[in-house]
C-alpha cells in the first residue's frame, strides 16, 4: 500500500489535510483507492487522477473506500461522479461515515452509485427499499420551494 509520512492521515482537528493512498486487492482483482481528509475543489483533481490511474492498472473492479473523509462537497461528488460515469459498474464506492453518506442522500446518489459495507470482499451494501424512492421513482426535476428542505415536503407541496 502507497502511503504518506502520516499513515493514519490527518490528526483530530487537523481539517484541510488530503492523502490519497491506492492498493491492490488480488484476491478480488481490485484496486482500491482511498482518499483521507477533506475532498473539496482544491483536492478533487487528486483524486480524478487516482481513480483514472486506478483504471488503467486492468483490475476487474475499483473500490473507492471513503471511510477516512471528514468532509465532501459539490467538487469531491462530481469527481465521483464522473469516475462513475467511465467506470460504470466497475466502480464500487466503500460506505463514508455518516455525515458523508447524508451527502449523496440528499443529492439522491444513494440509490445511483453502487456502495458496499466495506473490504476486503466488498458485498453490496444492504439498503431498505422502504428509505428512499427507486431512481425510476424519483422526480428529479422537482425543487423545493425557498426555506423548504426536499425531505419536509408533503405530497401537497409543489
Known amino acids: 500500500m502507497s502511503t504518506h509520512p502520516d499513515p493514519d492521515g490527518p490528526a483530530p482537528g487537523n481539517r484541510g489535510a488530503f492523502v490519497l493512498r491506492r492498493d491492490r486487492l488480488q484476491a478480488d482483482d481490485a484496486e482500491v483507492v482511498v482518499p483521507v481528509g477533506e475532498l473539496d475543489i482544491a483536492t478533487a483533481g487528486e483524486l480524478e487522477l487516482g481513480l483514472e490511474l486506478a483504471a488503467t492498472t486492468g483490475a476487474r473492479r475499483i473500490v473507492l473506500d471513503l471511510r477516512e473523509l471528514l468532509f465532501i462537497d459539490s467538487s469531491g461528488i462530481n469527481a465521483i461522479l464522473e469516475a462513475y460515469r467511465r467506470l460504470g459498474d466497475r466502480l464500487l464506492v466503500v460506505q463514508g461515515p455518516e455525515h458523508v453518506q447524508r451527502v449523496f442522500a440528499l443529492c439522491g446518489l444513494d440509490a445511483r452509485l453502487v456502495f458496499v459495507d466495506g473490504?476486503?470482499?466488498?458485498?453490496?451494501?444492504?439498503?431498505?427499499?422502504?428509505?428512499?424512492?427507486?431512481?425510476?421513482?424519483?422526480?428529479?426535476?422537482?425543487?423545493?420551494r425557498p426555506g423548504v428542505w426536499a425531505g419536509d415536503r408533503s405530497p401537497a407541496d409543489p
Open 119 to 144: 473490504l476486503p470482499d466488498a458485498q453490496p451494501a444492504e439498503r431498505d427499499p422502504e428509505a428512499r424512492p427507486q431512481p425510476a421513482e424519483r422526480d428529479v426535476g422537482a425543487r423545493p
